[in-house]
Every structure is written in C-alpha cells, then in structure tokens.
C-alpha cells in the first residue's frame, strides 16, 4: 500500500519498454531513441517521480510540451504521456498529419473514451499513418505521487476540483462534472495500487457522493484485469481501507501556524512538487543588487537529511543540520590530513604510495562532497525560513494558536498580535482570528474588536463571514435530520454539496481540542484510527461503509460483524489536504505499525486555503473566481 510512488514510476518506465526489474544498466542492450511528448499534467506527474538522467537512460534523448510548435523529427519513436481530452487528441492528430515523427506510441493518463478513440483510428488512416501507430495505452497514472506514501490530484488547473467548486454556486452540471473528475483520478491511484480496497466515507458533503461513484466504477472494473493482486503489500489477503473525508470536519489543521520543516516550507516558501524556489538579493562588489532565485529539490529517496528530518519540529532541524553539517566537514578534514599530522595536504601528492588511503578518498569525497551540498543547501534552506520566522514572529502565533485550541490560559490577549503595530502579515492575523472565532471559549467583543482592527489595516474580512455563515448553520443542528430527510426526497447533485451544511461546523467545534496539540492525534487522525480499528466512535457514526466485491448492494453496506483491523489504509481528503495532516497521520498510524497512503484534491497552503474560504464567504464559485 505505501508503494504507490514505486508502482506508479514502474508504469512510467514500462511506455519506454523497461520491464519491472529492469536496473539501468549500461552494459545493456541500447535503448531505442525516443522523443517524449507531454501536456501539463503529464509533466507535473513526472517531475518527482523519474529525473531527467533517468529518462535519458531509458531513450529519451529529447522532451517537449505537446503545445509547443514542433519541428519534424525523422526515423524517431515519439511516446506520448498525456490527458485524454478533446484538444490533446486534436493535437495529436496534427501531428499525425504533418508525420512529425516515424512511429508513435500513446499513453493516456487515465481512460480514453470511445468517440475520441475514434478519432484517434480515424486520423491515423487519413493520415496514412496507422501502420505506425505501435500502441495504444490507458496508464491509470492520473494522479501526482510526491512520496511512497503521499499523492495529490492535480498541480495544475486544480480549479475545477477545488474547495470553491465542491462548496461554491454550481449549477448540477458542472457539480457532476468536478466529481466526476476528482472519482476519475481517485480510481487511478486505487488501479495503480492494484487492490480493491473497502470504501469507507462521510455523510453530508462531496465525499459521500465521491464514495458512490468510486464504488460503482470499481464494480465495474473488478470485472476486468485492472486488479491483479490478491493480498496487500504486508502479505495478508486482508484488503485495504480507503477512507474519503471532507475538509468540512476540520479547518484549524490547515489555518494553524505549523513548526514542521516541511509543514513551514509548503507554508511560508515557493514550495511544488518536491522542490523549493527561493527569492534572494545578491550584491556584487562593483554592481547594484539584483534579485536571485535559487532552486531546492528535495526528493526523500535521493536526500537522506530530507528523509530523516522533513516532519520533524524546527528546533530539532536546526540542531541536526549543524550536527551533520560537523560530522561530514570532519570526515572530509580527516580524509584529508597526513597521517600522524594536523596539516591539510594535497591528497594526489601525499597520498601517493599509499593505495590503501588513494582507493578511500576516491571512492569516499565524491559520496562526501554530494552530501555536503545537500547539508549546505538545507542550511541556506534553514537561513531563509529563520529570517521568515523572525520577520512574521511565527512562533509566537504558534504558541498563541495551540493555548486557543487547547483551551489552556493565554500567555497573551490575542489582541495583541493583531493590533496594526503587530508584526506578521494579514495573512497570519486572520488566521489567528479565525482559529479564535472557532474555539468554544471565543469571546464575542474580543471578536468584534480583533474585527474592527482588521478592517482598519485593510483586511479582506470575507473568510471571516464563510465561518461566521457556518457557525448560523450550526445553530440549525437541532434540525439537521429533517432537513436531510427533505434533501434526500429531491435528487438534484447540488443538494447537500453545493452548500456548506452544519455537519462541519458541529464536527469543528467538537474537534478542536485536539487539533495541533504538540503531542496529540488530529481529528483525520482520530477518524482514520477508528475506522480501520471497527470502533463506532462519535467521530464516524454516520460514516458509509461500502465494499465494491459484494454482489449484493444492499449488504455492501453494512458493517459486518467480527472483522480483524484494517493493516492498511489510504486516506483521501476531499476539499485538500496539507502536510502537517499527513505527517501526524503517519507519525500515529506508524508507532501502531499500520501503514497509510495519504491523498487530497490538491496540497493547501494556509494563505490558499484562507483565500478559498474568502471567495464562499463573497458568494463566488469557480466561475467567477477565473
């Protein structure tokens, strides 16, 4: 189940013919040149999974974007790694009709439809070029893998599928076809895994809905040989939990100030697809300034300090880094020093005569100084988040942020670092503002006064009337079930998802407790360890339980009695995710030996999320948001 990214790079591989346990070997026979074609989303979906290096060993000897103008390129295999739509397969078959390339190959992200198959075979014969055509693939690869155990949907154009579409103004048209398409690529990630899990999902909102369709498409599916694995990735033949779960449940763990490393890049830096963009000034001593930006890959499999440190607290970063940093300058120092001396030499000259220490320091300071760049990258990394931190006092919204939510005495009046002299962005101010607003104990004339001071520094206040409408919402709890009872009576899509119902807000209220607490679980945390344990807990009473083998609808949805815990679980968050979600649901889901994917719509930056928020709570949807 943790193997997503492995899987998913094992198909990507397969379009250039490399079979599964196929190394990179140069001793090999000679990869056939190729040209790689990709759209948008195909080179989002790329980009953290295979390097460049990579692909050259595999062929490729040149990529381009499918929308760029392309010359013709003779006796050349082109491999296609797009999205099935109507312009790609239009571009496509241009491309046919120029003969731009000798033979092609298509790989589709997700499935091709019938009629734009069609099109493709009836281009190709008006083309004359059928016979060049050598295949034809559905990937179910349309989704992006940032780790093993981590995947988002879309990088770009993530409008469609955003919170605004799944809460904002939607006619039932255009709600079908965000959820259409976010169960598309959910259904993906679930092929690409290769085990039809157990669905699980709440009531009230997208998820539900999502669930529905997800589980007749894999009905559907368990038909065919999309799913060729019997048991999971422990070796049991227990199937997976999929656990679908709206945003609505809990929106303090995407507003609240994190103290994670990589929780703090995703939130104050240019941080996409495993890398991090970095603006800095740089002064010349006979030239003016000028604005640089530097470019961090930070990829798990490639960079141990990332590895080992990228959900630890910031503090303990900090410590490692000049730890590691020491460790490794020593190492260098030692490697080259004379034997029996403190003097620094040249390692060719002394060394020479000594082949045992020769063959060290070759095979040891390239390995040395590659690992020395990464620790030096990190500390430029940490140098940059430090004086963000300083500058935004970060830290003191961070401690301000956990009393709230935890209820404990204020070291402070929350006024205090929201009045104009106050350091920190609006951004930050809001934020704090509306963590206060949903905590049990908020005071109505702090509110109103933190409000008013807001205003006067030019705050956008329109998140503040999203939380607000839903707090009303809340007040209607009493009469939730009727009103469900009256919505199930009218089959429209937009019932129940188009508008923000009180289910959030009554979960939000309950939840905030325990959300950020240093030590404690989330409420995703708490969800997910009650529904793969069988626990009927407040927290997922009205949760759907469907299971996409059963034959029988009616009994695929109840809980059956006397069934061992889940072992495995992917975890998909409609509405977004971020990473101090997924990093507490790891953290806890690890110390029970249980292994959990986490997904999302889309990776949420606080200031996104905040934004989104603003847009409901102005009444806009998608469409007025472009």
């Not at 495993?274 to 640089?292: F, I, L, M, W």
Request: hydrophobic share 40%.
């Amino acid at each position: 189940m943790s193997e997503l990214r492995g899987k998913q790079l094992r198909l990507i591989r397969s379009m250039f013919g490399s079979k599964e346990d196929e190394l990179f070997d140069s001793l090999a026979s000679e990869p056939e040149w190729k040209v790689l074609v990709y759209d948008r989303y195909g080179q989002d979906i790329l980009s953290p999974v295979i390097s460049v290096p990579e692909l050259r060993d595999l062929g490729v000897t040149l990529y381009l974007q499918l929308d760029s103008e392309r010359e013709p390129i003779p006796a050349t295999c082109v491999v296609y790694f797009v999205n099935a739509t109507e312009a790609n397969i239009n571009r496509i078959c241009k491309d046919m009709e120029k003969h731009l390339y000798d033979r092609y190959q298509f790989n589709f992200l997700s499935n091709i439809s019938r009629n734009l198959l069609e099109q493709l075979a009836e281009s190709a014969h008006k083309a004359a070029a059928s016979t060049t055509v050598q295949k034809v693939y559905d990937l179910y690869s349309n989704f992006i893998c940032l780790e093993d155990d981590l995947f988002m949907l879309r990088q770009q154009n993530k409008e469609p599928i955003s919170f605004v579409a799944l809460n904002g103004p939607a006619s039932d048209a255009e709600m079908s076809a965000t959820l259409d398409d976010i169960t598309e690529s959910l259904f993906c990630a679930v092929v690409t895994l290769g085990v039809i899990p157990i669905i699980r999902c709440s009531r009230g909102h997208a998820a539900e809905e999502i669930g529905k369709r997800l589980d007749s498409k894999l009905r559907k599916a368990a038909k065919s040989n999309l799913f060729t694995e019997s048991m999971s990735s422990t070796g049991s033949f227990q199937r997976p939990l999929l656990a679908l779960i709206d945003r609505h449940i809990d929106f303090a763990t995407i507003l609240h100030h994190t103290w994670t490393y990589q929780g703090l890049l995703h939130d104050i830096m240019d941080y996409k697809l495993n890398r991090v963009v970095v603006s800095t000034v740089e002064k010349k001593q006979d030239g003016p300034e000028r604005a640089v930006k530097k470019t961090y890959d930070l990829d798990s499999k490639s960079d141990e300090f990332w590895a080992d440190n990228r959900s630890k607290q910031w503090p303990e970063v900090v410590i490692e880094s000049e730890a590691k940093l020491k460790e490794v300058r020593d190492k260098e120092s030692e490697l080259r020093m004379k034997p029996g001396s403190n003097e620094a030499v040249d390692v060719a000259e002394d060394f020479a005569g000594n082949t045992a220490r020769i063959k060290e320091a070759v095979a040891t300071l390239p390995l040395l100084m590659a690992r020395k760049k990464q620790l030096d990258n990190h500390m430029s990394l940490l140098t940059s988040v430090v004086d963000v931190i300083n500058a935004r006092v970060l830290n003191e919204y961070l401690e301000l942020e956990e009393q709230i939510i935890s209820e404990a005495s204020l070291s402070r009046p929350v006024m205090e670092l929201i009045q104009p002299s106050a350091k920190g962005s609006l951004e930050d101010k809001m934020r704090l503002l509306l963590i206060y607003v949903l905590s049990p104990t908020a005071k109505q004339a702090i509110v109103e006064k933190c409000e008013a001071s807001l205003k006067e520094q030019g705050c956008d206040m329109s998140a503040l009337q999203f939380v607000r409408d839903q707090k009303k919402l809340h007040s209607l709890t009493a009469h939730r079930k009727q009103a469900q009872a009256k919505e199930k009576e009218q089959s429209a899509i937009w019932q129940g998802l188009g508008h923000v119902t009180s289910y959030g807000v009554d979960f939000l209220k309950k939840g905030m407790k325990k959300v950020m607490v240093t030590a404690g679980d989330f409420p995703t945390t708490q969800i997910v360890d009650a529904l793969m344990e069988f626990k009927s807990t407040e927290l997922t009473n009205g949760f759907l339980y469907l299971d996409p083998k059963q034959l029988n609808t009616s009994q695929s949805s109840t809980v059956p009695k006397g069934r061992p815990p889940f072992d495995e679980a992917m975890v998909f968050m409609v509405g977004g995710g971020n990473f101090t979600e997924y990093q507490n649901l790891q953290e806890a889901m690890g110390k029970k030996e249980k292994k959990i994917v986490y997904g999302c719509t889309e990776l949420l930056t606080p200031e996104q999320f905040l934004s989104q928020m603003g847009r409901l709570g102005r009444g806009e949807g998608v469409a007025s948001g472009q």
